[in-house]
């Protein structure tokens, strides 16, 4: 059964900071990786997908690598903003048997001060 | 183009009442799971459905039940509501559920059951 986990559980820095997110996997054998974005009460906003074949993947200040094989991933996060606080999630698909269906960590709370 | 639309936004049941939420997906999308998210148990795969077929089912009661219309449309019905059901309903949607697509979430439906 595959396990996902989120380290730290909540990350609290000053604007400006760069900072890095964890995601660890138990089982590699998996299609993709994704990061979510989840402000209080809302939906979940995808913002970078990783496939099994690939390393990383960049959007604008947001980096993220993958490696499969040692079952992490990071979510590097450049030149921190208040508007970046939210609650962090990734989220990965096994097989093809398993359809879209995604098993999630338990997210890092993330506190960009001003 | 619309994103993933989920009515209604809030709904307020009693203990042992039914309810049926919607979800419509991203036009062309014909891949939809659905995910109960608590603060104690993160976010759980409820069910998958695919071209009008459930194709994956997670470890939730006989209770919570789907289907999908022949529009990509879906509904989500649960049935002899408890206190524990209270959550936020989230429904995500891909375009053609293989392993290697990625997953656009709703807003998500707030169940309040009292």
């Known amino acids: 059964k595959q396990e996902v986990t989120q380290i730290p559980a909540a990350l609290s820095v000053p604007e400006g900071e760069n900072l890095v997110l964890n995601c660890s996997f138990t089982d590699s054998a998996i299609y993709n990786l994704q990061w979510f974005r989840q402000d209080p009460g809302k939906g979940l906003t995808s913002l970078l997908l990783?496939?099994?074949?690939?390393r990383e993947q960049t959007s604008g200040r947001l980096n993220a690598s993958l490696d499969k094989s040692s079952g992490r991933s990071t979510l590097y996060i450049a030149a921190s903003q208040p508007g970046d606080s939210a609650t962090y999630l990734c989220a990965v698909r096994q097989g093809e048997t398993s359809g879209s269906r995604l098993t999630f960590g338990e997210g890092t709370q993330l506190t960009v001060n001003p | 183009k619309a994103g993933v639309t989920q009515t209604p936004r809030y709904l307020i049941k009693t203990r042992g009442q039914q309810v049926t939420l919607s979800c419509s997906p991203i036009?062309?999308?014909?891949?939809v799971s659905w995910y109960q998210q608590t603060p104690g148990q993160g976010l759980q795969f409820l069910f998958e459905?695919?071209?009008?077929?459930?194709?994956n089912k997670g470890n939730f009661p006989g209770r919570f039940s789907g289907r999908q219309f022949s529009n990509s449309r879906s509904e989500m019905n649960v049935s002899t509501l408890e206190l524990g059901d209270s959550a936020l309903y989230l429904c995500?949607?891909?375009?053609?559920?293989?392993?290697?697509?990625?997953?656009?979430f709703g807003q998500g439906t707030r169940l309040t059951v009292v």
């Open positions: 036009s062309g999308h014909r891949s």
């Open positions: 995500a949607s891909s375009s053609s559920g293989s392993g290697t697509t990625e997953a656009f």
């Open positions: 990783i496939q099994s074949s690939q």
């Open positions: 459905y695919f071209s009008e077929t459930q194709r």
